[in-house]
């Protein structure tokens, strides 16, 4: 069950018409529904129609959201009555959107990884110079 509770101390009216507004803002008190959230770009977060719907059914909004929870990519999807600003959701895995997380990790391990083998080349490298300069030195006395 979901329960939108911002604005308690106003007027239902007002808090139906508040509630309505920040939906089509691409947001609610919990949750952003617009599409590329993960954008850092403000242009690429417009809330669509597929993540916030007025029209698929008379007297409510069907939401969705993307967000990472615990680690985990998901996708909420529910609705809210206009008029009771309740109604039902539930939270789902996001396979699409883990995959591009997942490649996105291991690019960045991939490129730690190669800074660490570079490092650890110029260090070898100067060791062996150290020590040619060590080596050097005792012959030269």
Not at 13 to 35: K, M, P, V, Y
Not at 45 to 50: G, K, L, Y
Not at 77 to 99: K, M, N, P, Y
């Amino acid at each position: 069950q979901v329960k939108y509770t911002g604005f308690r101390d106003r007027p239902l009216e007002e808090r139906q018409l508040r509630f309505q507004t920040e939906c089509r803002e691409g947001h609610a008190d919990i949750l952003n529904f617009e599409s590329n959230a993960w954008s850092d770009k403000d242009e690429d977060r417009i809330p669509t129609r597929e993540y916030v719907d007025f029209e698929r059914e008379p007297g409510k909004v069907h939401l969705k959201s993307q967000f990472i929870m615990n680690g985990v990519c998901v996708i909420w999807r529910g609705w809210i009555d206009l008029h009771r600003l309740d109604g039902i959701g539930c939270i789902e895995f996001d396979s699409e959107r883990a995959e591009v997380e997942d490649q996105l990790y291991r690019q960045q391990i991939e490129q730690y990884n190669q800074r660490l083998r570079e490092f650890e080349e110029r260090h070898r490298q100067y060791q062996e110079q150290q020590e040619r300069r060590s080596h050097d030195e005792q012959e030269f006395y």
